[in-house]
């Protein structure tokens, strides 16, 4: 839907007005305290987003977005953080999905688009190989062409690591070699691959902070028809740099760090020391300031992108720069909520990252809601400037194809 002419504030109340209504409260407190939903929380949240039309924003008109002008979507989604919503769908909704908008042919368009707004498809990436992680174009992964009664197919073999929610997803978009005598980037084509398909399995991969995210997803002998594959063959490369255009905007975290620096704000508010509230000892005003200042100037530049894009002028590999400043952002965020709680974030309980706080437990020392999942949260957020390209990797790209170093 489009929101017409209705002012700026006027939109900004009925967003709210939505979510008061529509987002669970167990979800939104969930949320707001830093705890992992569960999938099926969040499907819910997704569900109502989809029946509203306000699943996919971004998207043209035809395949169920809204029209909305790039400032408005930004009005939208600082609603919705503000309002504790969860982030929904982004390897579904903001990396595959505009992928095909732009690279896939007609009958593509027509299959998948429409069965990823109903929530039919859910989607993981698979790029990073175990010897192929910042160096991407290394990878190995195999697909052969043949033919068979069914028609033409690939088969596709070899593994894909730190693959995010793929065990949530149905369906998972790969880079695959499909031709190992020419050059690394020019022997790479894009496929979307079934994962029922036999031959697709993956193992979980449970990290340090004790949150089930990432999976190693592994293809033995999987059959792909050749329908599937986007673009021409090998040329995959030129989509796969298109889509990181579109991972880079979204990994400079803007509505993710609004959440986040608005819990820090509220621990300043309920946290004493020193017989007054946080918020009011220099250290942590200092801290915090320097933060805010930081997340409104990266909000800036990741808006005037957007409009560059809206334009439909194409974005290059500047949009490094703003994966970089989020990253590093997002973690000194989780390390000022952590310093700021101090010595209650030490206890380790993985249920309590999942699961809100029990009134009916005896009582104890008092620890602070946001406690039990800030440590984890850290520790989730070191590996924000490793994934999608470490911070080195970056650093070099822009020097080479921006500065021209």
């Known amino acids: 839907m489009s929101a017409g002419p209705a002012s ?5 109340a009925e967003v709210r007005a939505f979510v008061r209504e529509y987002l669970p409260d167990m979800l939104r407190e969930k949320v707001r305290l830093g705890l992992e939903p569960s999938k099926a929380e969040v499907r819910v949240w997704e569900a109502a987003l989809r029946d509203r039309g306000w699943l996919v924003p971004h998207w043209p008109l035809e395949w169920g977005g809204t029209g909305w002008s790039p400032a408005r979507r930004a009005a939208f989604q600082e609603e919705m953080v503000l309002g504790h ?3 929904y769908g982004g390897l579904t909704f903001e990396m595959i999905g505009p992928v095909l908008i732009r690279f896939g042919d007609d009958a593509q368009k027509r299959f998948f688009l429409p069965r990823m707004v109903s929530l039919e498809h859910a989607w993981c990436q ?11 174009a290394s990878l190995r992964t195999r697909a052969v062409r043949g033919t068979d009664a ?3 197919h690939y088969v596709v073999d070899g593994s894909k690591i730190w693959t995010s929610s793929a065990h949530h997803a149905n369906w998972i978009f790969c880079l695959v070699r499909t031709d190992p005598q020419a050059r690394p980037q020019e022997g790479i084509s894009f496929l979307l691959v079934d994962m029922a398909t036999p031959g697709v399995s993956l193992r979980p991969i449970v990290g340090l902070h004790g949150w089930h995210l990432f999976n190693q997803v592994f293809l033995d002998g999987v059959r792909v028809p050749l329908e599937h594959r986007v673009g021409p063959e090998h040329g995959g490369w030129t989509i796969a740099k ?3 255009e579109f991972e880079r905007l979204n990994l400079a975290r803007v509505a993710e760090n609004r959440r986040r620096l608005a819990k820090v704000r509220a621990i300043g508010t309920e946290v004493r020391e020193a017989g007054v509230p946080l918020g009011e000892r220099p250290w942590f005003r200092r801290r915090f300031a320097e933060l805010d200042v ?5 909000a800036a530049t990741v808006m005037r992108m957007r409009l560059q894009a809206e334009a439909g002028r194409r974005l290059g590999p500047e949009t490094g720069m703003l994966k970089l400043v989020g990253s590093r952002l997002i973690q000194d965020i989780e390390t000022l909520a952590v310093d700021a709680l101090g010595p209650q974030t030490l206890p380790f309980d993985r249920d309590a990252l999942h699961e809100l706080p029990d009134p009916a437990s005896p009582p104890g020392v008092a ?10 949260r850290r520790f989730v957020t070191r590996g924000y400037t490793i994934a999608g390209g470490s911070s080195e990797i970056q650093h070099e790209l822009l020097a080479k194809q921006v500065l021209g170093l």
Request: glycine fraction near 8%.
């Open 8 to 12: 700026d504030d006027a939109f900004r």
């Open 126 to 136: 698979g790029y990073s190989e175990p010897e192929a992680g910042s160096d991407l």
């Open 294 to 298: 930081r997340l409104e100037a990266l």
């Open 150 to 152: 069914a028609g033409e």
């Open 367 to 376: 620890r602070h809601p946001c406690a039990p999942a800030a440590s984890s």
């Open 242 to 244: 298109s889509l990181l």
């Open 85 to 87: 919503a969860p982030e």
